[in-house]
């Protein structure tokens, strides 16, 4: 997956639930280390609680990255890209997997299960986690992202 031993922060809704305990076995597989934030069972949660628990942990940096699963994945990046210290990406693909780490510097993914096959979450999860950001040009974007949330003077 990476050869960097990564701690990473997983939630989900229940529509993510059985892809997270895939993506989750897969990285402790990988020899990364897991926490998870829920859900745990096929009960109806509200999808923002869960991202909220994973956006603390990458803000506050008890993780290196954070993994949102729901139906779409929509729902959780929306949530996630509401938090100021956080650049959710939303991947279907390991295109978009690989360029929302090179240019976005994203330090949390949102995927899909309703979108995307179970395999294609995996390969997914593996480039996010071994792409390295850019940086360069890149930088000044971020920038003006963080300026945006930051409060009017
Ligand atoms: C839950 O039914 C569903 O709305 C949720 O998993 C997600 O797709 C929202 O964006």
Redesign the pocket.
């Known amino acids: 997956m990476t050869s960097r031993s990564l701690i990473l922060a997983l939630g989900a809704?229940?529509?993510?639930v059985a892809l997270k305990t895939r993506l989750a076995a897969a990285l402790v597989e990988a020899g990364h280390e897991v926490q998870d934030y829920g859900t745990d069972g096929p009960a109806?949660v509200d999808?923002p609680d869960y991202a909220q628990a994973v956006c603390a942990a990458v803000a506050e940096n008890r993780a290196d990255f954070g993994i949102l699963v729901?139906?779409?994945?929509?729902?959780?990046s929306?949530a996630a890209n509401r938090h100021p210290a956080i650049r959710c990406g939303l991947a279907h693909d390991v295109t978009t997997a690989r360029l929302t780490r090179a240019h976005n510097n994203a330090n949390v993914l949102a995927l899909?299960?309703?979108i995307i096959g179970e395999e294609v979450a995996l390969d997914i999860l593996r480039a996010f986690l071994a792409t390295p950001f850019e940086g360069g040009r890149h930088e000044r974007r971020l920038a003006k992202l963080t300026r945006i949330t930051e409060p009017a003077p």
Do not use: K
Not at 70 to 76: K, P, S, W, Y
């Open positions: 809704d229940h529509g993510g109806s999808y729901c139906g779409t994945g929509i729902g959780m929306i899909g299960a309703r």
